[in-house]
């Protein structure tokens, strides 16, 4: 029975880690239909989030069934909130590369994105990849480290964010207020997405330690911030 029971948690691991992987192939699947105004590949990413809602519909079903049967404890309990909670955020960053892909239906023929930004939206879809990718690796491999370095990496995205704000509020602007708009939303979405990848992130550093990241990250600034910290240092560095 309770070789059972830890299967099931395995399981719904499993399905938190498929959630990612389909949730990030979306959001770069949706980037391409983008830009190359290619509405079969749109219409296949809208296709394709019913599978993360099923996935997630599925895996909150099976955590609720845990809870009732087994009333876990302890890191038992963590795990099993903490993979609903993640399960939401997969579920969200799904739909925001749903967002993109029927943006990019919408407009089809045209593309919603001028010329001279399309670096920028293949740069932000690309990244947003990788951040979903490497939360999906922090679910496999719990790595608290991995976990925080995401949130650093997220950095970026921010950064990619501000330059098509830049661009927006440019007096040279030429392509219009409902290109403004949808390239508004499309910066949005990808800011969002990349927020979901270090929730999830987040949530397993709580799993594994039964502390926030915020809190780890404090308290590792604090430790340093300590004169034997700093003497310690001194002493490594002779």
């Known amino acids: 029975m309770r070789d059972a029971y830890h299967e099931e948690l395995d399981s719904i691991g499993d399905g938190l880690v498929e959630m990612a992987r389909l949730v990030g192939s979306a959001v770069g699947r949706a980037t391409t239909a983008m830009l190359d105004a290619d509405l079969k590949l749109a219409e296949a990413v809208i296709e394709g989030d019913r599978r993360v809602d099923t996935l997630q519909h ?3 079903a099976r955590a609720i069934a845990l809870l009732a049967r087994q009333q876990p404890v302890a890191t038992d309990l963590r795990i099993v909130v903490t993979s609903l909670r993640m399960s939401a955020d997969l579920e969200r960053a799904g739909d925001l590369a749903e967002h993109v892909a029927k943006l990019a239906r919408m407009r089809f023929p045209d593309t919603a994105v001028p010329r001279d930004l399309q670096a920028t939206i293949l740069e932000m879809g690309q990244l947003a990849q ?25 950095d970026e995205m921010d950064r990619l964010h501000r330059t098509l704000f830049r661009h927006l509020m440019d007096d040279r602007w030429k392509h219009g207020i409902e290109t403004a708009v949808d390239v508004t ?32 990250q404090q308290q590792d600034g604090a430790a340093e911030t300590r004169p034997e910290a700093r003497t310690e240092t001194a002493a490594e560095e002779v």
Do not use: C, N, P
């Open 58 to 60: 599925d895996l909150e």
């Open 130 to 154: 990788r951040l979903m990718a490497k939360a999906g690796e922090v679910i496999i491999t719990k790595d608290v480290d991995l976990a925080i370095q995401l949130e650093h990496d997220d």
């Open 185 to 216: 939303l499309l910066g949005r979405y990808y800011e969002r997405f990349a927020d979901h990848a270090v929730s999830v992130a987040k949530r397993v550093v709580y799993l594994v330690t039964g502390e926030h990241a915020d809190e780890l």
